[in-house]
């Protein structure tokens, strides 16, 4: 999702910055919605909106034991898949691309979930709201890249974000990222390599070519290995003290 080219309302202000975030995505709408996803909405939404500033505890009926965010859902594929096969954890998913939202509403209907609440937003306006540890998981899969070099600065994986994602995250919890554009990869390993909060687990070539065996390959994944640019998966521990 590329966004305009005009920069002159946005800031390079760090996660929680009170200034307006530099947004890391482009359009919050595509194609027109279609009269059921239309429906979906207004049956389902704002019951699974949650709203800023976060309040774990009222948004799950309880303080959740057990916590996975993921940042960009898309479609909604590997969110309600992992929610559905993890019925005892709780999940949060931010997405801002309202046809996404949609979709992911009828994966919820379908699968009959109950512990998945919805963002539709940038996912760091929620970061204040969750306490330190309180993360068990980080799903972050086929951010956009911003191809553009002028554009780079609006990339999610920044030291910023890291450094937010290992508060976040519980001594040994994941950060697990994937990306099928080959600059954005060399962008990723570039920074999270050097972040003394992470280290990455792979030992094999297969652990980062191949699917994790929990997850499950999007459209958008399935999309790209046809079209020649298969997907990249890195998975990061969270280091219980700073290298």
Known sequence: MIAPDDDSNETDEAPGSPRRLLHSYGRRRGRKLKPNQTALLEKHLDALSVTTPLDLAATFGRMP??????????????????????????????????????????????KGLRNVRLYRGDARELFSGIPDGALEAIYVLHPDPWPKARHNKRRLIQKPF?????????PGGELRLATDDPDYLIWMLQRVLIHPGFEWTARTADDWRLIPADAIETRYGIKSRLEGRPATFLKLRRRETAA
């Open 162 to 170: 890291l450094d937010q994602a290992r508060r976040m995250l519980k």
């Open 65 to 110: 034991e057990r916590l996975r965010l993921e940042i960009g859902f898309g479609g909604g594929e590997h969110l309600a898949h992992q929610a559905a096969n993890n019925p005892d954890v709780s999940f949060l998913g931010a997405e801002p691309f309202m046809n996404g939202v949609a979709t992911m509403l009828r994966h919820f209907e379908q």
